[in-house]
């Protein structure tokens, strides 16, 4: 039977890569969160939502609300949230510009407000829920 190799490899390196596969596994949830947070205020179907077409007024607009919530509530970048809904940085950063040029009208900065609050609350108590080890 032929020795097993031990692959030894740097601690901190191991360590940087599970924090980051953590971190993209947590990003991933908390954009799921917000697309089905917006898709149901909404009414609209996920593959409306994260399709490839621009659709119209409506859609377009809810898709701002995605990429404004994963922005500012969540802190992710343009990057990240284009490669996530397909779509380029710039057509992210358009949308996140859109929705905050809207908020100076008190319902859509009430709605944009409670739900930055509601999805962060939700997410931190459900990652909490779903990652603990039962200690």
């Known amino acids: 039977m032929p020795a097993r190799r031990r692959i030894i490899g740097k601690p901190d390196l191991v360590a940087e890569q599970l ?20 898709r149901a205020a909404n009414n609209i179907l996920p593959e409306y939502l994260l399709g490839p077409s621009r659709g119209s007024q409506h859609l377009s607009q809810a898709r701002h609300v995605v990429y404004y919530l994963s922005h500012v509530g ?12 397909t779509r380029d940085r710039t057509s992210v950063a358009h949308g996140v510009t859109r929705l905050e040029d809207g908020r100076d009208a008190p319902e859509l ?3 944009m407000h409670f739900a930055e609050l509601a999805l962060a609350e939700l997410f931190a ?10 200690e």
């Open 19 to 38: 924090s980051t596969s953590l971190e993209a596994i947590q990003r991933e949830a908390q954009f799921s969160l917000i697309v089905s947070y917006v």
């Open 74 to 85: 969540f802190g992710m970048s343009y990057t990240h949230i284009g490669q996530m809904i």
């Open 109 to 111: 900065d009430r709605a």
């Open 125 to 134: 108590t459900s990652w909490k829920a779903s990652n603990d080890s039962g």
